[in-house]
């Protein structure tokens, strides 16, 4: 498995298809996450940013390798865990996006509610946005894996299901994506610290099984 990431992770950086999704969580954080704003606020937008990037980075690591060569790895390794491969590599690139997004929000943000009048304890706030984050991305990367080959084969359908998709797992308060960047935002609100537990759960299992899914599929598939 060592070797599919790696080769994975190259792949990923020699085709340069890395670089849109990374744009895009850069401007989406240019323009959500100002200098002096309440830190929970700062942190629930980075958190949020990090869905629809981590479903962009997953449609380009399932669909990044020319038929042949995927034929070559899955007749090397198995089709599923050549899958598996690129999938976790999505979610590795999303993580490092997650770690650079707090890491900025916690140096430019005031730590403060949002009225700027109750302080706010910077290393609890930075470890709850963190797994806020993981939240957005394992979702993103569920749903990324779910959208896109094998699962959907056809790019008309794959690209608008997974965007309309990113779109609705943040904005439905049924979403784990939601509950997370929303509980952020909420106790901004009073200056206290939610940390999401259970959508972190819940969305463990279902990237864990949207990941299944799609690796079973690639063997029947490929």
Known sequence: MIALLRYQTALLIGSHRWLPPVILYAAWLAISVRGGDPLLDGLGYAAGGLLPAAVWLTRTC?????SAARNCAAAAAGPGRAHLAAVLTAAGTALLLALVGTALVVLVSDPRSTGHQVAVPVLPAAFAGLLAALVCLLMGTALGALSNWPVLR?????IPTGLVAALLLLVLGASPANAAVSGLVTGSLHGTISIPWLPLIATLLIAAAATAVACALSSRRG
């Open 62 to 66: 399932v669909t990044n390798e020319p």
């Open 154 to 158: 056809s790019t008309g359908w794959s």
